[in-house]
């Protein structure tokens, strides 16, 4: 099976409460069980911040759906490529709010300046801190 990952930061459409995060959690693990997807959301300055991987077909066709979902916007691609096997096997969605104390500790300073992520080329947005708090948070999980 082609494995692929896909991960993007956006902007909350609104700011949602836990309730709301709470109905996005239930349909996104109910939808990304029955399509074998795993991955991570993180909440983090104000935006959101998620990684998923699974069958190449499906993270395509589910980045596309994600792209266009009215909950978010601003969305903008920070990596992705081909994968050899799972960062995750039993998160369908994992979900972390991640505190300012979270990010210091990981990078030395709390604020990740993520606007100017909008204005960077491809390679400056992959080599940003917030992916290694990213991958930090999904090495820790799995
Ligand atoms: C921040 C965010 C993350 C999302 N993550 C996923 C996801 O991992 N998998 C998924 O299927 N849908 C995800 N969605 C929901 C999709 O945008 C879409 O609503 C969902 O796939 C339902 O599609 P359908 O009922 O038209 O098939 C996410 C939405 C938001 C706002």
């Known amino acids: 099976m082609d494995l692929q990952y896909?991960?993007?930061?956006?902007n909350q459409a609104n700011i949602l409460n836990?309730?709301?995060i709470e109905d996005?959690?239930?349909?996104?693990?109910e939808k990304n069980k029955r399509l074998t997807i795993t991955g991570l959301l993180l909440l983090i300055q104000g935006k959101f911040i998620q990684y998923i991987e699974g069958p190449a077909k499906e993270i395509d066709k589910v980045y596309k759906k994600i792209k266009n979902d009215p909950r978010h916007n601003e969305l903008l691609l920070l990596d992705k490529?081909?994968?050899e096997e799972r960062q995750f096997t039993d998160w369908s969605m994992a979900y972390q709010k991640v505190k300012d104390a979270d990010i210091e500790k990981l990078v030395g300073y709390k604020d990740l300046k993520l606007d100017e992520l909008f204005f960077v080329d491809k390679d400056e947005r992959?080599?940003?801190?917030?992916?290694?708090?990213?991958?930090?948070?999904?090495?820790?999980?799995?």
């Open 6 to 10: 896909v991960s993007y930061m956006s």
């Open 18 to 20: 836990e309730k709301d």
């Open 24 to 29: 996005l959690l239930f349909q996104v693990r």
């Open 81 to 83: 490529g081909e994968l």
């Open 126 to 142: 992959s080599a940003h801190p917030v992916l290694k708090i990213l991958y930090n948070f999904t090495k820790n999980l799995s």
